[in-house]
């Protein structure tokens, strides 16, 4: 398999031609020189013509709701599948917050196979952070492998209460080399003050982490009081990284959308905007929740976000704030695909051909009606951003393209 990709236009500037070979980039040539037809192997290749695209490598999303098993009437494997490759993803990291909830390296096994077998992204799948969310046996941590196919433990859509249960699983998880994800809310605090329940939390975790040379990433920070604290625990030392949502830094509290953490008051998504844009946020992360109409009527939290994540962003931070696309692509390919135990993906040559091509100067207004995920709920309808992306490649394999 081989695909050449030409006059793509390169993140820091300039246009290159692109040769793929057996998913790896063979050659690299700038636009003065060229890839031409000077060997039968190119000119048998398939091409695609990106000019006026750009090329980056491909993004990889720590944070997906793929729903299975136990709700594929919110998303299937395939249809989460494919709304990754749209947003321009080919890897994912699945929340274990499934039904039954995956305890086992066994289901992650088997929940990943499935996935990686359609050929579109790579899917990670989670185990919880205790037994079937229970909140207190870590048992189930004592049969994952280090270098296994578990590369996270998260107990998404709640925290841990009991810091030493906590602790217990954090410090297992570390012993195999797994990165636990920490959803840091304190729920006996969520229904007086929700800031106040994730900063308890996020404050006592990373007092945990520090005192006993844990490693840890922070999910979907959104207070300003929680993302300081990790700042300064970086600024110590710390072995902690965190994630913000496309999300939380595009919409404040004003838009009326439930999901957990909610949508802040500006101060909060002004700091995270700041923060990000002066290149101290580690990863964004989408936090795909899809539900049914009739499960959002009903109240549950979360949205659909990989198919408007890079647009938001790419808009909120390098149109708005002039933050460098290279910055961009640190945190939403590059350090999550570290985080995430996953080869680095450069545009050079001997790299995986994962890569993304990009409209960076067309404005398009979502249209959730027209997402490949089952999942309508998203803020961003009808909203208009600048950037689309245009195809996605895995492996060197055209996972998805905009033919349109
Ligand atoms: O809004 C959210 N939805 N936050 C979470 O932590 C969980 C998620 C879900 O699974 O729907």
Same mark, same amino acid.
């Not at 229970?134 to 996270?152: E, I, N, Q």
């Not at 570390?174 to 990165?179: E, R, S, T």
């Not at 109240?299 to 962003?313: D, K, N, Q, R």
């Given at each position: ?20 070979? =057996? #998913? ?16 039968? +192997? @190119? ?44 947003? #321009? ?11 039954? @909830? ?13 996935? =990686? ?32 196919? %578990? ?8 925290? @841990?209460?009991?810091? &030493?249960?906590?602790?217990? &699983? ?7 080399? %797994?990165?636990?994800?920490i959803h840091a809310e304190d729920a006996r605090f969520s229904h007086v003050d929700t800031a106040a329940a994730e900063d308890l939390e996020t404050l006592r975790d990373l007092y945990l982490i520090e005192k006993y ?19 300064? &625990? ?17 919409? =404040?509290?004003? @838009?009326?959308? +439930? ?16 923060? *990000? ?37 790419? *808009? ?24 995430l135990g996953m080869p680095e993906a450069r545009l050079g040559e001997g790299f995986p051909a994962d890569l993304v091509l990009a409209d960076l100067n067309v404005r398009h207004t979502v249209g959730a009606s027209g997402?490949?995920?089952?999942? +309508? ?28």
């Amino acid at each position: 398999m081989s695909l050449l990709i030409k006059n793509a236009g390169l993140p820091e500037g300039g246009q290159a031609d692109i040769y793929i070979e =057996n #998913g790896v980039i063979l050659h690299i040539r700038r636009a003065e020189s060229g890839i031409e037809d000077y060997d039968a +192997r @190119v000119s048998l290749a398939d091409r695609i013509d990106a000019s006026g695209l750009c090329v980056m490598p491909a993004f990889a999303d720590m944070h997906t709701h793929l729903r299975t098993p136990g709700q594929t009437h919110k998303e299937t494997l395939e249809t989460g599948c494919a709304a990754a490759v749209r947003g #321009g993803y080919t890897a994912v990291c699945a929340m274990a917050n499934t039904d039954p @909830v995956c305890s086992s390296s066994e289901q992650a096994q088997f929940i990943a196979g499935e996935a =990686n077998a359609l050929g579109l992204c790579d899917v990670f799948q989670c185990v919880s952070l205790t037994d079937g969310f229970d909140g207190k046996s870590t048992r189930h941590l004592d049969s994952l492998s280090p270098g296994g196919a %578990v590369r996270c433990v998260s107990e998404d859509g709640r925290g @841990v209460a009991d810091g &030493a249960v906590f602790l217990e &699983a954090v410090r297992k998880a570390n012993a195999f080399g %797994v990165l636990p994800l920490i959803h840091a809310e304190d729920a006996r605090f969520s229904h007086v003050d929700t800031a106040a329940a994730e900063d308890l939390e996020t404050l006592r975790d990373l007092y945990l982490i520090e005192k006993y040379g844990c490693a840890a990433h922070f999910c979907h920070v959104s207070t300003r009081a929680s993302a300081q604290a990790i700042l300064d &625990a970086k600024q110590r030392g710390a072995a902690v990284t965190f994630e913000v949502t496309p999300h939380h830094l595009a919409l =404040n509290e004003s @838009v009326d959308f +439930r999901v957990n953490p909610p949508l802040r008051p500006e101060a909060d998504r002004r700091f995270l905007l700041d923060i *990000t844009a002066a290149g101290l946020t580690d990863v964004i992360a989408t936090d795909h929740a899809p539900h049914t109409e009739s499960d959002k009527r009903a109240g549950a939290p979360g949205l659909v976000g990989l198919e408007t994540a890079f647009p938001v962003c790419y *808009t909120v931070l390098c149109v708005q704030m002039g933050m460098p696309l290279t910055a961009l692509i640190s945190m939403m390919s590059a350090n999550p695909r570290r985080l995430l135990g996953m080869p680095e993906a450069r545009l050079g040559e001997g790299f995986p051909a994962d890569l993304v091509l990009a409209d960076l100067n067309v404005r398009h207004t979502v249209g959730a009606s027209g997402f490949a995920s089952l999942g +309508r709920n998203t803020p961003f309808d009808g909203m208009t951003y600048q950037g689309a992306v245009c195809a996605a490649i895995k492996g060197g394999n055209v996972v998805y393209i905009d033919d349109k």
